[in-house]
């Protein structure tokens, strides 16, 4: 139990396009969601909090106009990347508070901006 | 100073060895996660501890919150457990250590 399923795993995309990425808990409802950003042998980084019905919490440093997040149901996180750059160009994962082990992780999305 | 600290870096080990991965943090926390990264991206939780030790088959997580350490341990580790090893740590939000990196030849 407890699986987020997220998608796409790899995009290519355009300069100057947008990208959404999906993540969505198959087996129970998650209120609150989490997306990270992690480069090229580096950490995971946290870009932000959501919370299903309200308005996501971002980290320092993290532009929300550019990393828009939406968290419109219990079982749905959608992130979009908008007007992407190559410097976007990283790995996207979430995660959801479940009540198993703690999190839950997605699979991840790998974003490559041409 | 990274609030959450891992050792070693990286790790190689032949296949049967007893392997240990060590973390070490100076924030107050809730829990903390031991995960495991595969080379394609995909994250798994393999443990979450707020005290004490845990066992799941070959691996083992102990914490010791008064000294804010924490330890994972493999025995008999296999080449298939090559992966990054990451502890996070949380309270409100999670920190993540810089990952170890095994890699276990047959």
């Known amino acids: 139990g407890a699986v987020v399923s997220q998608h796409p795993s790899r995009v290519i995309c355009k300069s100057g396009t947008s990208v959404k990425i999906e993540c969505r808990s198959l087996d129970f409802q998650a209120t609150t969601m989490f997306w990270y950003r992690q480069f090229p042998k580096q950490s995971l980084m946290l870009m932000a909090t959501s919370n299903e019905g309200s308005k996501a919490t971002y980290e320092q440093g993290v532009e929300k106009d550019k990393f828009l997040i939406n968290h419109a149901s219990l079982t749905l996180s959608t992130l979009t990347v908008t007007s992407a750059h190559p410097e976007d160009s990283s790995f996207y994962i979430c995660?959801?508070?479940?009540?198993?082990?703690?999190?839950?992780f997605g699979s991840g999305t790998r974003l490559t901006v041409v | 100073k990274n609030e959450v600290e891992q050792s070693p870096q990286n790790l190689t080990a032949q296949e049967g060895e007893f392997i240990t991965i060590n973390c070490s943090y100076s924030v107050g926390i809730s829990a903390l996660h031991w995960l495991q990264q595969h080379p394609g991206g995909g994250i798994v939780s393999l443990f979450m501890l707020s005290s004490g030790k845990k066992k799941h088959g070959r691996l083992i997580a102990t914490i010791n919150i008064q000294e804010k350490h924490s330890s994972l341990h493999i025995t008999a580790s296999h080449p298939r457990d090559s992966a990054v090893y990451i502890c996070?740590?949380?309270?409100?939000?999670?920190?993540f250590g810089a990952g170890t990196r095994l890699t276990v030849k047959p």
């Open positions: 996070a740590v949380n309270n409100n939000d999670m920190r």
């Open positions: 995660s959801a508070r479940n009540r198993v082990n703690g999190y839950t």
